[in-house]
Every structure is written in structure tokens, then in C-alpha cells.
Nanobody
Framework: EVQFVESGGGLVQAGGSRTLSCAVSGLTFDDYGIAWFRQGPGKAREGVSCVRLIDAIAYYEDSVKGRFNISIDYVKTTVYLQMNSLKPEDTAVYYC???????????????????WGKGTLVAVSS
């Protein structure tokens, strides 16, 4: 059974930082890509970042480039999303997800996802 344990969400002031964690089990880690998606209030779910676990090549959606960084701990089979310079518009439920690694891109689609985590809420106050 594929499982994701997401953590790190919470309330943060604009300009602050937050690191999300996604601990993955139940799949062959290197066979997948891991993406972070988010869904803000009244908005569609959108891809934020995606990393191919086989070679650690990472992609970022334009609005988070230079502010967010995705990283991997292969021993802990955990993927992190370091979020800096947070803005109120970053407020959303953030989901990690597993997908075929070669569909990772700057604009990864929710339709490409094989497995979803349950999400963690990040709220950015102005």
C-alpha cells in the first residue's frame, strides 16, 4: 500500500518560510517522480514543483521559482519543499503525489498523478 505522511503545514506570516515534508512508503522510490501540488480557496489544484527521483532533476512552476526548493532524502524516502518569501497567495492545501518521473515539468498536471497524499494546510497571513 502506498502511503504518504505529509507534515509541516501551519500558519506563517508573509515573507516567512516553511518546510513541508512528504515521507513515502509502499513504492519503489527511484521509479517515480514526486510532485507537490496545491489548491487554494476557490482555485483549481495546480502543480508547484516536481522532482525525478532517479536523477533529482527538479521543476518549478513560474510563480514559485526562486522562492521554493524541492529536495530529497533517499535514506528516509522523504521529499521536502522548502518555501521562502511566502505570500498570502501561497495559501493553500499542499499535496504530495507520486507519478511517472518523465511527466515531471514546470506545469505538471494533476491528471498525471498515480498516488495522492492527504494534504497539509499552509496559511500565509498578510
Amino acid at each position: 500500500e502506498v502511503q504518504f505522511v505529509e507534515s509541516g503545514g501551519g500558519l506563517v506570516q508573509a515573507g516567512g518560510s516553511r518546510t513541508l515534508s512528504c515521507a513515502v512508503s509502499g513504492l519503489t522510490f527511484d521509479d517515480y517522480g514526486i510532485a507537490w501540488f496545491r489548491q487554494g480557496p476557490g482555485k483549481a489544484r495546480e502543480g508547484v514543483s516536481c522532482v525525478r527521483l532517479i536523477d533529482a532533476i527538479a521543476y518549478y512552476e513560474d510563480s514559485v521559482k526562486g522562492r521554493f526548493n524541492i529536495s530529497i532524502d533517499y535514506v528516509k524516502t522523504t521529499v521536502y519543499l522548502q518555501m521562502n518569501s511566502l505570500k498570502p497567495e501561497d495559501t493553500a492545501v499542499y499535496y504530495c503525489a507520486a507519478l511517472y518521473p518523465y511527466v515531471c515539468s514546470n506545469y505538471v498536471s494533476p491528471e498525471e498523478v498515480d498516488y495522492w497524499g492527504k494534504g497539509t494546510l499552509v496559511a500565509v497571513s498578510s
